[in-house]
């Protein structure tokens, strides 16, 4: 899809390191800078971020499908309210709320970095969260369209105003859903 990756699987997009694993399906854990977790938050297989993404040999921040940042994880849990407990218990504050339709978003900053945090507004069963997508800013979104062709979907206005956004298609062959952001 255009990222460029290094021997080891790291990926260096902005200041923050991705580590792509063969045999994994979707995202399936991160690190945070300064928090301690114990290991999970509400289900999120979670670690304690150790030193610079530089600093494990991470490649260059260009990439040739334009990005160079993540500007948004996206996590879904069944129990929004408990999902935020849980987050806040490691020192994370949420910013912001949105209910559109029979969906509530919580955003929280992590760093540089947006978590939104997606489900019910009521409580809808008692499972864990689950980590489910990923958004990255690119140079130029129309670029970008022309580099991923008929990978991505149509380019359109976004939530923030100004800003414009498509996503991988599921044809795309990726477990994690995927959208690119100007």
């Known amino acids: 899809m ?20 063969g045999g994994h399906q979707g995202l399936c854990a991160w690190s945070l800078d300064g928090v301690d977790s114990g290991g999970s ?6 670690h304690r971020a150790v030193g610079a993404p530089h600093a494990a040999g991470a ?10 940042a993540i500007d948004h994880v996206v996590v879904t849990s069944p129990d929004p309210a408990r999902t935020v407990d849980a987050l806040q218990a490691v020192g994370l504050e949420p910013r912001r709320t949105r209910d559109h339709g029979t969906m509530r978003q919580i955003f929280f900053r992590l760093g540089p970095v947006i978590l939104e945090l997606v ?10 969260a689950r980590f ?10 129309d670029a970008t369209a022309r580099y991923l062709g008929d990978r991505l979907g149509t380019v359109k206005d976004a939530v923030q105003p100004g800003r414009r956004i498509a996503s991988l298609r599921n044809e795309a062959g990726l477990a994690v859903p995927i959208a690119f952001m100007s």
Not at 2 to 21: K, M, S, W
Not at 59 to 68: C, D, K, L, T, Y
Not at 119 to 124: E, I, L
């Open 59 to 68: 490649v260059g921040r260009a990439h040739p499908n334009g990005v160079v």
């Open 2 to 21: 255009g990222f460029t990756v290094d021997a080891a699987g790291n990926c260096l997009i902005g200041d923050v390191r991705l580590v792509v694993e």
């Open 41 to 46: 938050i509400d289900g999120l297989a979670s």
């Open 119 to 128: 489900g019910p507004p009521a409580p809808d069963g008692d499972g864990p």
């Open 132 to 141: 489910w997508g990923i958004a990255f800013t690119v140079t130029d979104l």
